[in-house]
């Protein structure tokens, strides 16, 4: 019963560590999609204002990301042994793109021939707008991956209550039946002491019949002869 507990206790932190690496894996992949539209699709044919707006938007993409990348990092460090090298790679992997989507964006805020360097400066205000607004989608995203492991955890959890359940039972039962093996056992037991007492009683009882009868006969030889 250890045993299984300790596994399915070992398959539990796999399944949850797995579970939170794809939803932070998800979330990577989608960012990263959108800021490589962006990059592809909208920057390449914006104009000073509006590629100010695309930048500010693709580096607020770039930071949820890096908070993605971070959270993938620690469900790396937590992963049990059994899981943590495919995790690993994993990792490697999705750094690696942040790393050359890094690059394309310092490559894409580079002053462009024919325009002032004031514009390509991104504004404090609407900056630091869209870094609460980043920050509120990233705890948003937070609160629902932590929502859906509360669900799964309680799935969990009701199946090993369930199993927990289902073992008592058949453990109560065990112990019944041991307690019938042993009133039966106490029954043969007081079975076997009576026969043994009528045996000896019956040969205590043949022993003083032959006994009275050898005396009986020894009175008669002695009543025939002597007369």
Do not use: H
């Not at 939170?20 to 959108?34: Q, S």
């Not at 805020?109 to 900056?127: E, L, V």
């Amino acid at each position: 019963t250890t045993l299984l507990y300790t596994i399915k206790f070992e398959i539990y932190e796999v399944a949850m560590t797995t579970v939170a690496f794809d939803n932070a894996a998800e979330d990577f992949t989608e960012l990263k999609r959108a800021i490589e539209g962006l990059l592809t699709n909208k920057l390449a044919r914006s104009q000073k204002e509006n590629r100010k707006l695309v930048l500010n938007d693709i580096n607020r993409r770039l930071d949820a990301a890096e908070v993605a990348l971070k959270e993938l990092q620690k469900e790396v460090d937590r992963a049990p042994s059994g899981a943590r090298p495919q995790l690993s790679y994993k990792f490697r992997a999705m750094q690696s793109e942040y790393n050359g989507l890094v690059k394309r964006i310092e490559k894409a805020q580079q002053p462009q021939f024919g325009m002032s360097d004031s514009w390509d400066q991104p504004d404090k205000t609407r900056q630091q707008v869209l870094q609460n607004q980043g920050a509120s989608e990233r705890s948003s995203a937070a609160i629902t991956r932590t929502e859906r492991l509360a669900v799964e955890t309680e799935t969990i959890g009701n199946e090993i209550t369930t199993e927990l359940g289902s073992q008592r039972d058949q453990l109560t039962r065990t112990r019944d039946m041991l307690d019938q093996t042993d009133s039966a056992l106490d029954k043969s037991r007081r079975t076997l002491l009576n026969m043994a007492r009528k045996a000896v009683t019956n040969k205590v009882a043949l022993i003083c019949i032959v006994v009275i009868e050898v005396l009986i006969l020894g009175g008669v030889l002695y009543w025939k002869f002597a007369t």
